[in-house]
């Protein structure tokens, strides 16, 4: 167990629709990371959190969009869903997000958009 | 030509082999990580390399950053090792890494 929590773990919805994807870190990393996993495209990094604030963005689709709780929870909305969001999303976290620390990854919410 | 190709990208081996796969990448890095998935879809960190050799258990990680390459060995494969392995490499913020496509390794008992 990682200690990284995501929910739900399996979520199916239809096109246009929007959803919010859920995680909650270790307890007192300060940094969340999200990453989206499909099969034609693998792993590629969204968006960072840390304490509240974005710190990096990667390939991250407008229609998509992050927030960090002051309790360091993350939520992950996607909105105007197509098909090829489908796809597994994992959420990482890590103490401060500075490099050479460990990554701890959640278990993953896998989205499949009908 | 992607920035992190791994090889290869299948693996099967037999219980007790020595397991090399290679990770290569052509950006400047300040970390390189070495990640596994199980078959239920988890993901766990095995390493985190900027330089040398890290050892855990039977797994063994070396990165030559002159050559921008690194290897995980698994000495005296286990069926439990089957898996993906991913290789990914970070810059400046700790998580904006760009990931190889994975190799996917079977060992038979």
């Known amino acids: 167990d990682s200690g990284v929590t995501q929910t739900p773990k399996h979520l199916i919805t239809a096109t246009g629709q929007r959803v919010t994807l859920r995680c909650s870190p270790r307890s007192g990393d300060l940094s969340v990371y999200w990453y989206q996993q499909s099969l034609d495209q693998g792993l590629q990094f969204l968006i960072q959190y840390y304490n509240g604030e974005e710190r990096a963005k990667g390939n991250i689709l407008e229609r998509f969009s992050a927030q960090q709780f002051p309790d360091l929870h993350s939520e992950l909305n996607l909105s105007s869903l197509e098909l090829g969001d489908s796809a597994l999303y994992f959420c990482a976290s890590s103490v401060t997000g500075g490099v050479g620390e460990k990554l701890f990854f959640g278990s993953g919410t896998q989205l499949s958009v009908l | 030509k992607n920035e992190v190709e791994q090889s290869p990208q299948n693996l099967t081996a037999q219980e007790g082999e020595f397991i090399t796969i290679n990770c290569s990448y052509s950006?400047?890095?300040?970390?390189l990580h070495w990640l596994q998935q199980h078959p239920g879809g988890g993901i766990v960190s095995l390493f985190m390399?900027?330089?040398g050799k890290k050892k855990h258990g039977r797994l063994i990680a070396t990165i030559n950053i002159q050559e921008k390459h690194s290897s995980l060995h698994i000495t005296a494969s286990h069926p439990r090792d089957s898996a993906v392995y991913i290789c990914?490499?970070?810059?400046?913020?700790?998580?904006?890494?760009?990931f190889g496509k994975g190799t996917k390794l079977s060992v038979k008992p």
């Open positions: 390399l900027s330089s």
């Open positions: 990914a490499v970070g810059g400046g913020s700790q998580g904006n890494l760009i």
């Open positions: 950006v400047g890095i300040s970390a």
